[in-house]
């Protein structure tokens, strides 16, 4: 599903505009966003969580070349789906 896809859908449950539920689902996205940057993580009580996480500076190969290379550090995020969501793609 792409986000115009999902805007769609929402629309067509909530009958709402297509323009403001696209602001809406953008204001949430953005809120996520913001708060991972912050260091803080997203709970979204039977949906899931957002998280951050740390991958440390490893060495790694060219696949073309087989030379060695350094990949850098990074922080990297995590979602880990909740039990109320698990539980609904497991039941189809």
Do not use: C, H, Y
């Not at 929402?10 to 708060?35: F, S």
């Not at 899931?48 to 995020?77: K, L």
């Amino acid at each position: 599903m792409t986000i115009s896809l999902l805007i769609d859908a929402v629309a067509g449950r909530t009958g709402d505009t297509k323009a403001a539920t696209g602001d809406a689902i953008d204001a949430v996205l953005a809120a996520i966003i913001r708060t991972l940057i912050a260091g803080d993580a997203v709970q979204l009580i039977g949906f899931g969580s957002f998280s951050t996480g740390q991958r440390a500076a490893r060495t790694g190969r060219n696949p073309s070349t087989g030379a060695e290379i350094q990949i850098a550090a990074a922080r990297t995020v995590k979602f880990t789906a909740g039990k109320a969501f698990k539980d609904a793609v497991n039941a189809s």
